[in-house]
């Protein structure tokens, strides 16, 4: 958790966004690649096509920062939840970890009053891409990493009843206290 402190806009918005991706990233914590597979709400979402789509989010930020460089958006965006056979937990908890060091490097080091193009998203209605300043990438990756660290949460206490907080305990090699135990399948 990024706890209260007085940060410039730019440490501010980078650390929310570790947070978030500290989250989604425990939500796979003692899962195999079977576990992490498992669809088992009304949706198609796993924890692995979560952490598979976090990736494809992160990528497409440091290839055009935030431009889909596909000819086919709409289907790369959707394939971008599903992982192939060959893309296990393993592999794709590998890939998140080095597209993030690259992500992280790229918001700490990033002009938040640059200007990139952003889109298309026709999706969304947007055919083509649209000039944003990267503060507007970073606000919202806040968003949607949010929102998918609390669909990765959902799945999870579904699968076996682990919570977030717990799960980072784990991780983060936490003592249990009055609030929190760390996790153990």
């Given at each position: 958790?990024?706890?209260?402190?007085?940060?410039?806009?730019?440490?501010?918005?980078?650390?929310?966004?570790?947070?978030?991706?500290?989250?989604?990233?425990?939500?796979?914590?003692?899962?195999?690649?079977?576990?992490?597979?498992?669809?088992?709400l009304?949706?198609?979402?796993?924890?692995?096509?979560?952490v598979?789509?976090?990736?494809?989010?992160?990528?497409?930020?440091?290839?055009?920062?935030?431009?889909?460089?596909h000819?086919?958006?709409?289907e790369?965006?959707?394939?971008?939840?599903?992982?192939?056979?060959?893309?296990?937990?393993?592999?794709?908890?590998?890939?998140f970890d080095?597209?993030?060091?690259?992500?992280?490097?790229?918001?700490?080091?990033?002009?938040?009053?640059?200007?990139?193009?952003?889109?298309?998203?026709?999706?969304?209605g947007?055919?083509?891409?649209?000039?944003?300043k990267?503060?507007?990438?970073?606000?919202?990756?806040?968003?949607?990493?949010?929102?998918?660290?609390?669909h990765?949460?959902?799945?999870?206490?579904?699968?076996?009843?682990?919570?977030?907080?717990?799960?980072?305990?784990?991780?983060?090699?936490?003592?249990?206290?009055?609030?929190?135990?760390?996790?153990?399948?």
């Amino acid at each position: 958790m990024y706890l209260p402190q007085i940060d410039d806009e730019r440490t501010t918005l980078c650390n929310f966004l570790d947070v978030q991706l500290d989250a989604i990233r425990a939500s796979a914590y003692g899962l195999d690649d079977e576990q992490s597979r498992r669809t088992p709400l009304r949706s198609a979402l796993s924890i692995s096509g979560i952490v598979k789509h976090i990736v494809y989010c992160m990528k497409q930020s440091l290839s055009g920062a935030g431009h889909h460089e596909h000819d086919q958006p709409f289907e790369a965006f959707a394939a971008s939840f599903t992982p192939t056979p060959e893309e296990t937990l393993d592999v794709l908890l590998g890939v998140f970890d080095d597209v993030r060091a690259q992500y992280t490097q790229m918001c700490r080091e990033g002009d938040v009053e640059a200007e990139l193009p952003v889109g298309p998203m026709p999706w969304f209605g947007m055919d083509e891409a649209r000039p944003a300043k990267l503060r507007y990438l970073y606000v919202h990756h806040v968003e949607e990493f949010a929102r998918h660290a609390g669909h990765a949460d959902i799945i999870r206490e579904e699968l076996d009843g682990a919570t977030a907080g717990e799960l980072l305990a784990a991780v983060e090699g936490w003592s249990a206290n009055d609030y929190i135990t760390p996790w153990r399948s």
